[in-house]
């Protein structure tokens, strides 16, 4: 082999090299399914019920970039990022991945209501198949007796996307949402 094909096989090989879960993720994902409480909840995230007619932009999206992560509902000049704390099914500020454990782990941390507080860590599990993404996560760990979810269902405090790859490219936010808080009473 001459030494120019040899280094174009190596560069080649080089390129096949596995990428890592937190790679494969950055990109733009449609949220196909949500479900909290185990009951389907699509409703919280769109405004009107989906059709098969409704391209990708009426769907809801979680975006995933090199250190962020966060989730796009759809708006009309295009995908409205919701800041408001204590919407732990809309507000993703950033994630961390264990690949390693079985089911692989990811810990969600939300906006917060305090920027003094600590931060708030929403364990799950997720699957990542090519083009396929299925996150399940613990949306109150601190009145569960469950930290992280053992398999990829919706119940009693346990969340479920389902996602499917739109685009490798990070969706921008078109705006940011935040929500005051209600006003204390006297």
Request: aromatic share 6%; with cysteine.
């Amino acid at each position: 082999m001459t030494p120019v094909l040899l280094a174009a096989a190596l560069a080649a090989a080089a390129d096949d090299k596995p990428k890592s879960d937190r790679e494969a993720l950055v990109g733009t994902w449609k949220i196909v399914e949500y479900h909290d409480d185990g009951a389907e909840r699509m409703g919280r995230l769109v405004p009107r019920p989906l059709t098969p007619k409704d391209g990708p932009e009426k769907y809801p999206r979680l975006v995933f970039t090199a250190d962020a992560c966060y989730v796009l509902r759809p708006g009309k000049d295009g995908g409205v990022r919701e800041l408001t704390a204590g919407l732990t099914n809309v507000n993703w500020k950033a994630v961390k991945l264990d690949e390693t454990a079985k089911p692989k782990a990811i810990d969600i941390t939300p906006h917060k209501k305090d920027p003094a507080a600590k931060d708030v860590v929403l364990p799950g599990i997720y699957e990542l198949d090519g083009k396929k993404l299925r996150i399940a996560w613990n949306e109150t760990p601190a009145q569960s007796k469950h930290l992280r979810p053992t398999e990829f269902k919706s119940d009693g405090h346990m969340n479920l996307f389902v996602c499917e790859k739109l685009s490798d490219t990070p969706e921008k936010p078109a705006s940011d949402q935040v929500i005051p808080p209600p006003a204390k009473k006297p």
